[in-house]
Nanobody, 128 residues
Framework: EVQLQASGGGLVQAGGSLKLSCAASEFTFARHAVGWYRQAPGKEREGVAC????????YYADSVKGRFTIAVDRAKNTAFLQMTNLRPEDTAIYYCAADQILNFECRYYSGPYVSDYWGQGTQVTVSS
């Protein structure tokens, strides 16, 4: 079964950057999509970014477009979320997730979709 290990969260000032990592096992980018969700206290979970490894298609939430970039290192079976120009409203627990690509589209992240596999969360705190 796919296992995901997220890391890289921390405390950063507004305007700063952080890079989250998601190490995956029992996983191949040829058969899986990978992405990130976040959940802030008192708010609903939000799909932030997604990439289908086989074709490179991506999805970004409007709230992060132009600031966040999802990328993968196929050799290391690791996905990344590069976050720049961070804002206090980006403060949340960030979760990496994966899906089998059969009948999957990254746009599903824009709705109440539950991914197939989940890693543990990593806290991102942005101070003003």
């Amino acid at each position: 079964e796919v296992q995901l290990q997220a890391s890289g969260g921390g405390l950063v000032q507004a305007g700063g950057s952080l890079k989250l990592s998601c190490a995956a096992s029992e996983f191949t980018f040829a058969r899986h999509a990978v992405g990130w969700y976040r959940q802030a206290p008192g708010k609903e979970r939000e799909g932030v970014a997604c990439m289908i490894g086989s074709d490179g298609s991506t999805y970004y939430a409007d709230s992060v477009k132009g600031r966040f970039t999802i990328a993968v290192d196929r050799a290391k079976n690791t996905a990344f979320l590069q976050m720049t120009n961070l804002r206090p409203e980006d403060t949340a627990i960030y979760y990496c997730a994966a899906d089998q690509i059969l009948n999957f589209e990254c746009r599903y992240y824009s709705g109440p979709y539950v991914s197939d596999y989940w890693g543990q969360g990593t806290q991102v705190t942005v101070s003003s």
